[in-house]
């Protein structure tokens, strides 16, 4: 898909509009990016930019609202409300200089850092948390199936929660640290049985299936909770 580029709404939106041009696209269309917040027109192949910008305006009230439903920002600020494991904490600035970097205590994520430095080291310690959750549980889920992990990768994707490459490297969204642990248990699977079946056909689900029994109900808090996910740090 082609990037022509970005601009501010013509259409009193008030988000960042972003034009692309799609080989697959039959007819001019809208999407929500909730991660970046902003407005993505699709235009197929030879259609006019000005064409997009009218179905845009035609549809203001349309993505108006769907901005207006997205959860606001929650930014690591001390004060702020943020799930570990589904688990919510209050981020504290943590005063004492003999304590750790970053602690998960009493209800509190103490931060021992300044306020221009806390969101970092808070990311940071999530990122590593991810990582401390998630290998260890693919590496035993793909035992079961009898197979390897060649690397797990942390990322900041938008757009998936994980995938699986054919040389065996598993990358996770650092993201889902914040959500229930039925939840991290349901995408670690997901992504092993990829390592079996590189597709979505019934024998993967089956062996999803097989790995996490009771995966219809994580599958449905992430549907429900992926823009909440995405709206944090």
Not at 2 to 25: H, M
Not at 37 to 47: D, S
Not at 63 to 88: D, H, I, M, N, T
Not at 97 to 113: K, L, S, T
Request: net charge positive; proline share 7%; charged share 25%.
């Amino acid at each position: 898909m082609g990037e022509i580029g970005s601009l501010r709404s013509q259409a009193a939106i008030d988000a960042p509009v972003l034009i692309r041009v799609s080989p697959r696209a039959r007819r001019v269309g809208l999407r929500i990016d909730a991660g970046e917040r902003k407005v993505e027109v699709i235009l197929p192949r030879g259609v006019a930019v000005k064409t997009g910008l009218r179905f845009l305006e035609a549809k203001r009230d349309w993505v108006a609202a769907r901005l207006e439903a997205l959860p606001q920002p929650v930014p690591f600020v001390e004060g702020a409300l943020v799930p570990v494991l589904g688990v919510v904490h209050r981020i504290r600035r943590e005063l004492d200089p003999a304590a750790p970097p970053v602690r998960i205590i009493d209800g509190e994520i103490r931060v021992r850092a300044d306020s221009v430095h806390l969101a970092r080291r808070l990311r940071d310690h999530l990122i590593a948390a991810a990582r401390a959750e998630i290998a260890p549980r693919a590496r035993r889920i793909a035992a079961q199936i009898g197979r390897d992990v060649a690397r797990v990768n942390l990322r900041d994707t938008k757009s998936r929660w994980g995938s699986c490459s054919a040389q065996g490297s598993l990358s996770f969204s650092w993201r889902l640290i914040l959500a229930p642990e039925p939840v991290l248990d349901y995408v670690v699977a997901h992504e092993v049985a990829h390592l079996v079946e590189m597709n979505h056909g019934p024998r993967f689900w089956a062996l999803v299936a097989r790995l996490v029994p009771d995966s219809a109900g994580p599958r449905a808090w992430l549907k429900r909770h992926r823009t909440r996910l995405l709206s944090y740090g």
